[in-house]
């Protein structure tokens, strides 16, 4: 077998590259490059490491006919599309598990911020109304004894199901997967399963760990918002669009929900005058679910390794569409 060829599209450490060179021959593109540019890059080329920022689709795929991996530092891959890229022989890896611990422990520090009004505090203590002795905000919320319901009970749902028992919340869970309602749950004690509606009924703060497909879109609208109490909250460290966002910011001006707390918006990075960025009972973030240095590296090597293994006819150890290999 000739030695592959591997095109680098994103920063990478040095020890991560010359990895890649022992296996294969390496070419780079700019990780700023444009679309177009990566296509062309990508010529002749049998695997890639690839930025998220591009949605590859059967354009893409037929554009790059020798591509046999596309490996994102990433879980979520809602940017390709995987019909597309498994017609064409190409295997998508992503990075599940090693990024685990650093979404649930946001997911968990965004849910105590939202309980404890954390920021409102804050605020109140940086904008020096403290010193001018103002009345303080309104007292906030305990945690303990409230009940969270989290909507996709996977790897991460879990993860911060298991934090928020610790902490003395009660868990209830709701999964899109077909056959969820009977699954058995051994990781996580004590946590029942509830149809959507009812978990929206029953929630306190409610949190989403579900990846984006054309089922779980917009899983969360007016009618599903309407249905929650309006002293709760709605968390989101998964994926924007999983929330019809217009309709959570109706929800929010009207108060009919008491606050949020987004990881992840519909557009990002967000127009500065969208109302979901400036509404008082909303807590935004740039997307930093897996923004620790210990994190970003795990995602890293574990990208570099499931392309390297694709490349070498191996097994990667995680890829989106195993059937490619054949
Ligand atoms: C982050 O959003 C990821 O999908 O890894």
Redesign the pocket.
């Known amino acids: 077998m000739s030695r592959p060829t591997i095109c680098i599209a994103t920063e990478l450490e040095d020890d991560l590259i010359a990895q890649i060179a022992a296996a294969a021959e390496v070419v780079h593109v700019d990780p700023g490059a444009s679309l177009e540019e990566l296509i062309a890059g990508l010529q002749g080329v049998d695997g890639a490491i690839s930025p998220?920022r591009f949605n590859l689709g059967e354009e893409f795929f037929a554009a790059v006919p020798g591509l046999r991996v596309v490996s994102q530092?990433?879980?979520?891959y809602n940017n390709i599309d995987i019909e597309a890229a498994t017609r064409h022989g190409v295997a998508v890896c992503n990075?599940p598990t090693v990024?685990n611990a650093a979404v649930a422990d946001l997911t968990m520090a965004i849910i105590i911020s939202l309980a404890r009004r954390l920021w409102e505090f804050e605020a109140f203590s940086r904008s020096g109304a403290w010193a001018r002795r103002e009345p303080l905000p309104p007292l906030a919320h305990e945690i303990s004894g409230k009940v969270l319901g989290v909507i996709g009970f996977g790897r991460i749902g879990r993860e911060v199901a298991r934090r928020m028992q610790a902490i003395g919340m009660r868990i209830i869970w709701f999964d899109i997967f077909e056959g969820a309602s009977t699954a058995t749950i051994d990781d996580v004690a004590d946590a029942p399963y509830r149809p959507l509606d009812d978990l929206l009924r029953e929630s306190d703060f409610v949190t989403i760990h579900t990846n984006l497909t054309a089922e779980s879109y917009h899983l969360i609208g007016a009618r599903e918002l309407a249905l929650m109490k309006p002293s709760a909250y709605i968390v989101n460290t998964a994926?924007g669009p999983v929330i019809d966002q217009p309709a959570l910011v109706a929800a929010l001006e009207a108060g009919t929900i008491a606050g949020a707390g987004l990881d992840?918006l519909e557009a990002e990075p967000p127009d500065p005058d969208d109302p979901i960025v400036r509404l008082p009972n909303v807590i935004t973030f740039p997307?930093i679910?897996?923004a620790a240095v210990e994190t970003r590296r795990a995602?890293r090597e574990l990208a570099v390794r499931n392309l390297i293994a694709v490349v070498s006819g191996e097994t990667p150890p995680a890829i989106v569409n195993p059937e490619v290999l054949g």
């Open positions: 998220t530092h990433a879980v979520g990075t990024l994926r992840v997307h679910g897996t995602m």
